[in-house]
Nanobody
């Protein structure tokens, strides 16, 4: 399975950006898709995730109320809509796929497949 992330760029604080992650490949199972981010010198952390059934979403506390994650089943694409961006949101954003049903489906260790990352820079 391949994950193609796009949509990163430079935006001013308070602005909005929408990333997208397109899934492709032969015969894969998608239990959940999530976006993680990693800022320089920091560990990779989850931003938002969604079970592909659409019945559960997860948001990091730092983005609750500002980011909204959704998925487009027919087009196999996942979108985080990011609003009210802050300089501390600056990071490389990665989309990832969890192929199995797991209790803590949003934990980093549950994701086996990763996209290449897209840089989001928020200027103050």
């Amino acid at each position: 399975v391949q994950l193609q992330a796009s949509g990163g760029g430079l935006v001013q604080a308070g602005g909005s950006l929408r990333l997208s992650c397109h899934l492709s490949g032969r015969s894969f199972t998608t239990y959940a898709v999530a976006w993680f981010r990693q800022a320089p010198g920091k560990e990779r952390e989850i931003v938002a995730g969604i079970r592909w059934s659409g019945d559960s979403v997860y948001y990091a506390d730092s983005v609750k109320g500002r980011f909204t994650i959704s998925r487009d089943n027919p087009n196999l694409t996942c979108y985080p809509q990011m609003t009210s961006l802050k300089p501390e949101d600056t990071a490389v954003y990665y989309c990832a796929l969890n192929p199995r049903s797991t209790r803590d489906w949003y934990k980093l260790s549950a994701f086996d497949f990763w996209g290449q990352g897209t840089l989001v820079t928020v200027s103050s």
